[in-house]
Structure formats: structure tokens, C-alpha cells
């Protein structure tokens, strides 16, 4: 499995900071709190050859799914959250 950071430093469209992982095995990957724009989401996933299957947010707070309505609909990947 490969841990990829999609974002470090402040998304200044959102006006916060926010990490954005995607976690990649094989063709799959999840993508855990899509806080960043769904495109760069997907570009991210298609670099690395892989689909989205699952999105997995770890807390609730809007910072960490601000893209996971249009991510989810691109996708129609199944959320998960505690």
C-alpha cells in the first residue's frame, strides 16, 4: 500500500489547511478527507493508475470533506466515517 499526501500548505480557494491522503493498492485507492478540489483528487488517482473505491472521512468538521459531494458524485464511491 502506498500513502500518498495530497495537500501540505494552506488551500488558499478555502482559506485553510487541510491533508488529504489518498491510500493506493493495486488499482484501487481510498481517498481520506477530500479537502482539496475533486479534479486534483482524481488527477492524483490517475497518475497512479488507480480508481477511487472508498472515501473515508475521520471526523466530521467541514475542513476535511469540503469536495466530498462532487468527489462522491465523480466516483460514486461509498463514505465511511466512525
Given at each position: 500500500?502506498?500513502?500518498c499526501n495530497l495537500t501540505?500548505?494552506?488551500?488558499?480557494?478555502?482559506?485553510?489547511?487541510?491533508?488529504c491522503f489518498l491510500l493506493c493498492s493495486g488499482d484501487e485507492c481510498a481517498v481520506v478527507d477530500p479537502s482539496i478540489e475533486c479534479d486534483?483528487?482524481?488527477?492524483?488517482?490517475?497518475?497512479?493508475?488507480?480508481?477511487v473505491k472508498?472515501?473515508?472521512l475521520t471526523h466530521g468538521h467541514f475542513d476535511h470533506m469540503h469536495t466530498l459531494d462532487a468527489l462522491k458524485k465523480a466516483t460514486g464511491a461509498p463514505v465511511y466515517i466512525h
Open positions: 500500500m502506498k500513502i501540505l500548505s494552506e488551500n488558499t480557494r478555502f482559506g485553510y489547511s487541510s491533508n486534483e483528487i482524481l488527477s492524483a488517482a490517475n497518475l497512479r493508475d488507480c480508481r472508498y472515501i473515508i
